[in-house]
């Protein structure tokens, strides 16, 4: 019986062992990892987003940007949905492993996470009703304007109101400051312009208009501090830009627009 008992518990021990040797490592290294989790906030298509007439995936650039470099590296990517101003937090306490959102590497981000070279630029629209009158920045003087909580839309907000009196009112995702615009409670909302192209080919009572914004950087991918993820996947990212992978993405999510 003792022999037995020390054969089950070698036993018990082999497996508890070999569990630990395919467990992954925190999500400071990664370099044990098999699956990568990416923190993402799916309202913000066509970076990303779930077409939920058609199924429950979370789909768009971001995510077909994040599969192509995980894969050349040999990882799989678990895509998680999170509120946007908690995805800097997610990295922190290692919920995540990386971050794609179309996200801005501002100078306050960048004291908590790292980022990746710039994968993609745009714009920003103010986006309202048709018969608002707001056609110009200075249209928007005495209105409220809704942003995206945590996002790099709530500085230019911020900016904006230096020199132009107006209300800023934040909420945590996109359909969320639409709803708010056709509600009458916002007069006009700021979000990246290429996500507002696609809300005004859906919602034809919508308008808006592109303006300059002050000291946007563009898109990047966050990481938790000192990660060896990161130069990984920047290596990705500059062979993607100089063999024309990145291009195609580019192509097949936003027509060509960059």
């Known amino acids: 019986m003792k022999k037995v008992l020390i054969l089950l518990l070698s036993m018990v021990m082999a497996v508890g062992l070999a569990a630990c040797g395919s467990s992954e490592k925190d999500s400071k290294s990664g370099t044990d990892k098999k699956v990568l989790v990416m923190g993402t906030s799916a309202d913000y298509a066509p970076f990303e987003y779930i077409e939920t007439e058609k199924s429950d995936e979370i789909i768009g650039f971001d995510v077909d940007l994040a599969k192509a470099i995980a894969g050349k590296l040999g990882y799989k990517v678990e895509v998680k949905d999170m509120e946007f101003n908690g995805l800097v937090q997610a990295l922190k306490s290692g919920q995540a492993d990386f971050v794609l959102a179309g996200m ?108 300059e914004a002050k000291g946007v950087e563009g898109s990047a991918i966050a990481f938790p501090k000192n990660s060896d993820l990161t130069e990984k996947f920047n290596q990705e990212l500059k062979k993607m830009k100089e063999n024309g992978e990145l291009d195609k993405l580019v192509v097949k999510w936003f027509g060509g627009e960059q």
């Open 104 to 211: 801005t590497p501002t100078e306050k981000r960048k004291k908590n996470v790292d980022f990746s070279d710039i994968y993609y630029t745009a714009g920003f629209m103010i986006v309202s009703k048709k018969d608002s009158g707001i056609n110009k920045l200075e249209d928007l003087k005495g209105k409220t304007v809704g942003v995206q909580l945590g996002s790099i839309q709530e500085g230019q907000a911020k900016e904006i109101a230096k020199t132009i009196d107006i209300k800023i009112e934040d909420r945590n995702r996109i359909p969320d400051l639409i709803q708010e615009i056709k509600s009458g409670r916002f007069d006009a909302v700021i979000i990246e312009d290429t996500v507002a192209k696609g809300y005004l080919t859906k919602e034809k009572d919508l308008t808006g208009f592109t303006f």
